[in-house]
């Protein structure tokens, strides 16, 4: 069974950073790709970065920049560095691993002053 456990999550002011860190479990680590989403309030879901096997790396044009995503395949965790965070980033934060439907509890990053 897939789990997946946000954090690290938490309130800071514009122009702020937070690290997210998302455990994973039940899977072979090494060999996925993790992908990270956001909810906002009011909001779809939508996808945020990803990072391969191979650490390759992509990102959404809003986070472009200012967002790294890393991995620690020792640790089954990855990493979402948020830097410059502004008010808009203001969401719940999910990682999923592909092609698995599985989601966590998520973790809620509020940015505001």
């Known amino acids: 069974q897939v789990q997946l456990v946000e954090s690290g999550g938490g309130l800071v002011q514009p122009g702020g950073s937070l690290r997210l860190s998302c455990a994973v479990s039940g899977v072979i680590f090494s060999i996925r790709t993790i992908n990270w989403y956001r909810q906002a309030p009011g909001k779809q879901r939508e996808w945020v970065a990803a990072i391969t096997s191979g650490e390759y790396t992509n990102y959404a044009d809003s986070v472009k920049g200012r967002f790294t995503i890393s991995r620690d395949n020792a640790k089954k965790t990855v990493y979402l560095q948020m830097n410059s965070l502004k008010p808009e980033d203001t969401a719940v934060y999910y990682c999923?691993?592909?092609?698995?439907?599985?989601w966590g509890q998520g973790t809620l990053v509020t940015v505001s002053s």
């Open positions: 999923k691993v592909p092609p698995f439907e599985v």
